[in-house]
C-alpha cells in the first residue's frame, strides 16, 4: 500500500514509500536495463541518463498501470485532483550527477521512485529556495535528503523555489534507475 507523507508544512513535496508491488520490484531488478533501446530526457541530452524505451505488456508498463490504480490514493494524499499519468523510467548511468536546479515550469507534478538496490546516499536532495537583492531565485539549506532507498521516493508539486539535484557523482559501473512519473490534474 502507498504510503505518502508531507516533508514539511509546505505540503508541496512528499515522501512516498511501497509505491509499487514488491513482485514488480523484484522483477525489474531482474532485467538487463541497459539493454533496453533508449532516448535522451529532453533538456538533458548532455547528461549520462537514459530515457528507456518498453511496449504495452513489458514490464517496465506494469509501472504506470499501478500508478493509475493509486491516483486517487495519491489525489487525497497530496490534496489535489490527479486525472492520469504517464510514467518513463530513467536509468542513470557513466558517472551520472545533477545540479542543482529548478525543473521547467511546463512540469506540474512529478514522482521519482527509484528502483534498484543502491548506495543510499544517492537519492535526491532539495533546497530551500531564496531570492537574492536582484530577484534571482538560488539555493539556500538543505530541505530534504531523500534517500536512494528501492520503491521510496518523493512526489513534488512543482512551483518557483522547488530547487533539488543529485550532487553526488555515481560511482564508475552503478546505474541508478527510477520510474518518473508526471502527474497531470482534472
Not at 87 to 101: K, N, Y
Amino acid at each position: 500500500m502507498i504510503n505518502i507523507t508531507p516533508v514539511d508544512k509546505q505540503c508541496n513535496l512528499f515522501l512516498v514509500e511501497s509505491v509499487y508491488s514488491e513482485d514488480l520490484v523484484a522483477e525489474i531488478q531482474t532485467l538487463d536495463l541497459m539493454s533496453y533501446p533508449y532516448e535522451k530526457v529532453l533538456l538533458q541530452e548532455h547528461i549520462p541518463r537514459r530515457n528507456l524505451q518498453f511496449i504495452e505488456g513489458d514490464v517496465l508498463s506494469r509501472l504506470n498501470q499501478e500508478t493509475e490504480d493509486n491516483l486517487l490514493r495519491i489525489s487525497q494524499s497530496i490534496g489535489l485532483s490527479l486525472g492520469n499519468s504517464l510514467t518513463h523510467v530513467w536509468l542513470d548511468h557513466d558517472q551520472f550527477s545533477m545540479v542543482i536546479h529548478e525543473d521547467n515550469s511546463a512540469l506540474d507534478i512529478a514522482m521519482q521512485v527509484y528502483l534498484l538496490p543502491n548506495d543510499v546516499g544517492l537519492g535526491t536532495k532539495f533546497y530551500h529556495g531564496m531570492i537574492d537583492n536582484r530577484g534571482n531565485g538560488y539555493a539556500g539549506n538543505l530541505r530534504y535528503d531523500f534517500p536512494y532507498v528501492v520503491n521510496t521516493g518523493y512526489i513534488m508539486i512543482n512551483a518557483s523555489g522547488q530547487f533539488h539535484g543529485i550532487p553526488r557523482t555515481l560511482p564508475k559501473g552503478t546505474l541508478r534507475c527510477s520510474s518518473y512519473t508526471y502527474l497531470k490534474r482534472n
